[in-house]
């Protein structure tokens, strides 16, 4: 950049701004009552044996829950492009928009319905034949719900990326005679991984700090790390709310050291 | 120049409304007058009500009785501000006594327990005002239920106007005789392995149940009486947990999990997974039969060492600005016609406040010809069966432990 030409960064002034004051201002505000009582909070939190097992299932949940729901989504992708592509590609196309805007509190109680002991499938099989799948201590329902909801957004993400020149691309690398298999994996798929990439950051960052699907489908303790922030922001006991901030912390810091596992590097070098 | 302007328009509208409950009548006089000045002074103010609005039933009994009703006898325009939880409106009173603001935006208080200690403690409630009431002639103000409100003593700073009691929720159909007792249930839970639990403390009913099981290990709410006490702490909290220790293994799942809320226990007795469920509202049943969430079979029963009850309260806030009408309004709630409408299952069914022994002749009828709901007990039951709360000061340690001794998943 030289000086006197004007830098094109000045157009994200606006977005930054406002991130800036919303963002940066709930930040500081957190900061600042973890610090109600000195380092306090922080210390009887470090300290905690919830802390290490929360800490774990949350990390186990949201990556779980991410991993596949992102292999899920560019296989579904891929599926449609190949597959529906002569037939049945626009009522697919549809249907992948169906769980966007469906809230995740009305897919945590259809899984719910469909999971729980006495539920649809546990009906089905005539009995009690499965292990408990919601409020169990894997998380397996929050999973599901996860991956129900955010595989077909993947899949949508991806599907758009692949539009226009890619199929371009594609039908050159054919024509100079590469293989089904080989366009795959040098057009296809690294034309598809920004979006997945994108996709991904947004899915784990959702399912690491989000509250109701764990609330509902997750076991009492210990709980993931929004549910856990949650309780003790809201305990009788106010002397418990900076350690409520400090969880809500420590959710922002580990999504945005993922972010950054991501994104981040790959995205400075360009 | 602008900011000038603001500030003597601000003092201007303060100065109307603090104009507004003169009318001849400062604070003092309202409780000394006869109440037909107050009710003269009402007329025409609005009551800004700060109400749990959780429950839809509730919210149409106000709004589709009592509004209307004060509208057209006081010319009173009653407005429902819903709150998600009291605490909340204590919070933007305390706020408004540290600024020094003396108009408030709060007339009235759906208050009980906790809330009304603080707000009490800090001052912030117009009073004594409920014995000035005509219709606290019908209730029993010296009986510790109204008298105190979880161990506070009221005195006159909040009037009752609604009761509720909980209880324990079974299906005839699958448990003909229901365990009345907590040695009872503690058999009932050995000889059927994972159809009983609670919801998970802090949850309110939860944190209720938990309370009630701490009284049978204790021998009763006097055991108990007063604020937290170390000692008997000690005492009661190592049977107590022992106690629940031992239930564990045989509760739903193990006891590996328990429900987050009392309406996820009410889905699984729906769905035939637990064969109990509990209730701090003696008509949730009923209701829940009539939507047919609940099979038609469903009854109510309470321990018989009695269940938890308590009783519901309105205050006036110290800065509103139409204290005559929250009277006004508080003085309706309390009426055998508004107490008898709100016992109505068809319109709430909860319990009436009232004694029935000083009512006239005639209310005393109209009230002992109302039946309850299906699955509601009858009043007189309930009311034979009530034992007091535990002063609040309790619960902090209870459901701390609970949660350190119970909650986490064993290994």
């Known amino acids: 950049?030289?000086?006197?030409?004007?830098?094109?960064?000045?157009?994200?002034?606006?977005?930054?701004?406002?991130?800036?004051?919303?963002?940066?201002?709930?930040?500081?505000?957190?900061?600042?009552?973890?610090?109600?009582?000195?380092?306090?909070?922080?210390?009887?939190?470090?300290?905690?044996?919830?802390?290490?097992?929360?800490?774990?299932?949350?990390?186990?949940?949201?990556?779980?829950?991410?991993?596949?729901?992102?292999?899920?989504?560019?296989?579904?992708?891929?599926?449609?492009?190949?597959?529906?592509?002569?037939?049945?590609?626009?009522?697919?196309?549809?249907?992948?928009?169906?769980?966007?805007?469906?809230?995740?509190?009305?897919?945590?109680?259809?899984?719910?319905?469909?999971?729980?002991?006495?539920?649809?499938?546990?009906?089905?099989?005539?009995?009690?034949?499965?292990?408990?799948?919601?409020?169990?201590?894997?998380?397996?329902?929050?999973?599901?719900?996860?991956?129900?909801?955010?595989?077909?957004?993947?899949?949508?993400?991806?599907?758009?990326?692949?539009?226009?020149?890619?199929?371009?691309?594609?039908?050159?690398?054919?024509?100079?005679?590469?293989?089904?298999?080989r366009v795959l994996r040098e057009v296809t798929l690294p034309a598809a991984l920004p979006a997945l990439r994108t996709g991904s950051t947004l899915v784990f960052a959702y399912a690491f700090g989000a509250f109701e699907v764990p609330r509902l489908l997750g076991q009492t303790r210990p709980s993931m790390l929004g549910v856990w922030s949650f309780r003790l922001y809201t305990d009788v006991d106010l002397a418990r709310r900076p350690e409520g901030m400090a969880v809500a912390l420590l959710i922002f810091a580990s999504v945005v050291a993922a972010a950054l596992a991501l994104n981040g590097v790959r995205g400075r070098v360009r | 120049m602008t900011r000038v302007l603001f500030v003597v328009l601000l003092m201007g509208l303060g100065g109307c409304k603090r104009s507004t409950p003169a009318a001849g009548l400062d604070d003092a006089d309202l409780t000394r007058v006869p109440f037909e000045k107050v009710t003269a002074a009402a007329r025409g103010q609005s009551v800004r009500w700060f109400f749990w609005s959780g429950d839809g039933t509730i919210n149409r009994y106000v709004d589709d009785f009592v509004t209307p009703t004060v509208a057209s006898r006081y010319g009173i325009r009653l407005e429902r501000v819903p709150v998600d939880d009291p605490a909340l409106a204590i919070n933007r009173l305390l706020t408004e006594k540290k600024a020094g603001q003396a108009a408030g935006q709060v007339d009235l208080v759906w208050i009980n327990g906790e809330n009304f200690r603080t707000g009490k403690a800090a001052g912030l409630f117009f009073g004594p005002f409920s014995s000035s009431l005509p219709s606290s002639k019908f209730v029993d103000l010296d009986s510790p239920a109204i008298a105190t409100d979880f161990g506070t003593p009221t005195e006159g700073f909040e009037s009752p106007w609604n009761r509720a009691q909980f209880v324990f929720i079974h299906d005839t159909a699958h448990l003909a005789v229901p365990p009345a007792s907590i040695e009872a249930l503690t058999e009932f839970i050995e000889q059927h392995p994972g159809r009983f639990t609670y919801p998970a403390p802090p949850d309110f009913t939860g944190s209720a149940f938990l309370r009630h099981v701490l009284y049978a290990v204790a021998g009763g709410p006097e055991a108990l009486a007063g604020p937290f006490d170390e000692a008997k702490w000690a005492q009661v909290s190592a049977k107590l947990f022992a106690l629940l220790a031992k239930w564990r293994?045989?509760?739903?799942?193990?006891?590996?999990?328990?429900?987050?809320?009392?309406?996820?226990?009410?889905?699984?007795?729906?769905?035939?997974?637990?064969?109990?469920?509990?209730?701090?509202?003696?008509?949730?049943?009923?209701?829940?039969?009539?939507?047919?969430?609940?099979?038609?079979?469903?009854?109510?029963?309470?321990?018989?060492?009695?269940?938890?009850?308590?009783?519901?309260?309105?205050?006036?806030?110290?800065?509103?600005?139409?204290?005559?009408?929250?009277?006004?309004?508080?003085?309706?709630?309390?009426?055998?016609?508004?107490?008898?409408?709100?016992?109505?299952?068809?319109?709430?069914?909860?319990?009436?406040?009232?004694?029935?022994?000083?009512?006239?002749?005639?209310?005393?009828?109209?009230?002992?010809?109302?039946?309850?709901?299906?699955?509601?007990?009858?009043?007189?039951?309930?009311?034979?069966?009530?034992?007091?709360?535990?002063?609040?000061?309790?619960?902090?340690?209870?459901?701390?432990?609970?949660?350190?001794?119970?909650?986490?998943?064993p290994r």
């Open chain 1, 1 to 181: 950049m030289r000086p006197g030409r004007s830098w094109a960064g000045w157009g994200t002034v606006p977005a930054a701004f406002v991130l800036l004051l919303l963002f940066g201002g709930a930040l500081v505000e957190a900061v600042s009552v973890s610090l109600d009582d000195g380092l306090g909070a922080w210390r009887r939190l470090l300290g905690s044996d919830e802390l290490v097992a929360s800490l774990a299932l949350t990390w186990r949940v949201a990556l779980t829950s991410t991993i596949l729901a992102a292999a899920l989504g560019l296989l579904i992708a891929l599926l449609v492009r190949r597959v529906f592509q002569t037939f049945g590609g626009r009522v697919t196309r549809v249907l992948l928009q169906v769980p966007l805007p469906m809230p995740h509190l009305v897919v945590a109680i259809a899984a719910l319905m469909l999971l729980s002991q006495s539920g649809l499938l546990n009906r089905l099989l005539g009995g009690a034949a499965l292990p408990p799948l919601v409020n169990d201590r894997f998380g397996v329902g929050i999973v599901f719900t996860y991956v129900w909801k955010e595989a077909p957004f993947i899949a949508v993400l991806v599907l758009s990326a692949l539009r226009g020149e890619t199929l371009k691309l594609e039908e050159v690398a054919q024509n100079l005679g590469a293989s089904r298999w």
């Open chain 2, 249 to 409: 293994p045989n509760l739903w799942r193990g006891g590996q999990t328990y429900p987050e809320s009392s309406s996820r226990l009410h889905q699984l007795y729906a769905q035939g997974e637990v064969w109990l469920s509990m209730s701090y509202g003696p008509e949730t049943a009923s209701s829940r039969i009539q939507e047919g969430q609940f099979p038609a079979t469903t009854r109510t029963f309470v321990l018989e060492q009695g269940t938890l009850a308590n009783t519901n309260f309105v205050a006036i806030p110290y800065n509103s600005q139409h204290k005559a009408a929250a009277m006004v309004v508080a003085d309706f709630l309390l009426s055998p016609e508004a107490q008898l409408k709100k016992q109505d299952p068809s319109v709430w069914g909860t319990l009436s406040v009232l004694d029935r022994g000083r009512l006239t002749e005639e209310w005393k009828a109209r009230f002992e010809a109302q039946k309850p709901g299906v699955a509601t007990l009858p009043a007189d039951l309930l009311e034979a069966h009530a034992v007091p709360e535990l002063d609040p000061s309790w619960l902090e340690r209870l459901e701390a432990e609970w949660v350190r001794q119970l909650a986490h998943a």
